[in-house]
C-alpha cells in the first residue's frame, strides 16, 4: 500500500506522459513497485494558460486514462504541480488542491532564492493558508540553483515537503539535504515525480531501500502515512 506523491502520469497534459499506453506503462510500473495510490500532479503555469484550460484537460485527460483501466490499478487522485508566481494571488487555487484535501502542490522558479523573493513567498503563503496547505514539490532540486539556507527558510513557513525518490543515490549534495531533512522529521511526502518509462520513471523502490538500510523500514512507512493522512485531509502536525 505505496503512495506515490508527485507523479506526470495523465496522458498529452504536460512534459510527462505522451499517451495513454505510456500512462498504462508507468501505471504497471507503479504496481510492480508496491504502489496503490498516485496523486497526478500535471505542471500549471499560469503564465501559459488559464485555469480553466488547465483543469478540462486534466479531466480529459484523466477519463482517456481512467477508461482504460481495471480494478487492480493503482488509485489516482487529482493534482497539480502549481509554478509559483505572485499572480496566482488572483486565482481560486482551491481548485488545484489534492482530490477533496486542503493541500496544493507548489514548485518554486528554478532561480537563486533571494531575501526579496522569500519575503514575497512567504506573504503570498500567509494569504492563503487559511484555507490552504502549501506542499513544496521536490525541496532538494532548488539546490542546483539555490543554498540549502535559504530552502530552510522558504520551509519556515510550515509548509509539508515532498521529496523525489530519484534523488536518494548517494553522494550527492542533494542526498545530504534529505537525510538532513528525514533525521529532523521535515521530509514529509515521497514521489516519483516521473514523466515517462526510461529516463524519469517511475521509482519509488530506489527510495525504499535506500531509506530502510540508511534510515529503517519505520521511517519509510512514516512517509507513507503522512501521504493517507493528507489524502484523508487530516492534519500532519
Ligand atoms: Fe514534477
Known amino acids: ?3 506515490d506523491f508527485h507523479s506526470h502520469i495523465l496522458p498529452a497534459i504536460d512534459d510527462g506522459s505522451e499517451n495513454v499506453g505510456m500512462s498504462l506503462k508507468m501505471l504497471e510500473m507503479e504496481k510492480a513497485a508496491g504502489v496503490t495510490t498516485v496523486v497526478a500532479t500535471p505542471h500549471f503555469y499560469l503564465s501559459q494558460q488559464s485555469q480553466s484550460e488547465f483543469l478540462e484537460k486534466r479531466q480529459e485527460a484523466y477519463e482517456k486514462l481512467s477508461a482504460e483501466l481495471d480494478e487492480s490499478a493503482p488509485r489516482i487522485y487529482l ?11 488572483e ?3 482551491k481548485k488545484f488542491c489534492i482530490g477533496d484535501t486542503r493541500y496544493m502542490m507548489i514548485e ?3 532561480q537563486k532564492l533571494t531575501g526579496s523573493f522569500t ?10 493558508t487559511h484555507e490552504i496547505t502549501p506542499v513544496l514539490a521536490h525541496a532538494e532540486r532548488y539546490l542546483s540553483f539555490t543554498d540549502a539556507d535559504s530552502i530552510y527558510e522558504i520551509m519556515e513557513s510550515e509548509m509539508i515537503v515532498q521529496v523525489n525518490c530519484g534523488s536518494f543515490k548517494p553522494f550527492t549534495s542533494q542526498i545530504k539535504f534529505i537525510n538532513e531533512l528525514i533525521t529532523h522529521g521535515e521530509a514529509h511526502l515521497l514521489g516519483t515525480d516521473c514523466h515517462n518509462v ?9 527510495a525504499k531501500k535506500y531509506i530502510e538500510k540508511k534510515h529503517s523500514p519505520d521511517v519509510f512507512m ?5 501521504a493517507k493522512r493528507i489524502l484523508e485531509n487530516k492534519s500532519l502536525f
Open 1 to 3: 500500500m505505496y503512495y
Open 79 to 89: 493534482g497539480a504541480e502549481v509554478l509559483y508566481t505572485p499572480s496566482l494571488s
Open 91 to 93: 486565482i481560486d487555487l
Open 108 to 110: 518554486l522558479p528554478y
Open 119 to 128: 519575503r514575497s513567498f512567504k506573504s503570498f503563503l500567509n494569504e492563503i
Open 198 to 206: 526510461t529516463s524519469r520513471k517511475p521509482n519509488m523502490d530506489m
Open 222 to 226: 512514516e512517509f507513507m502515512d503522512n
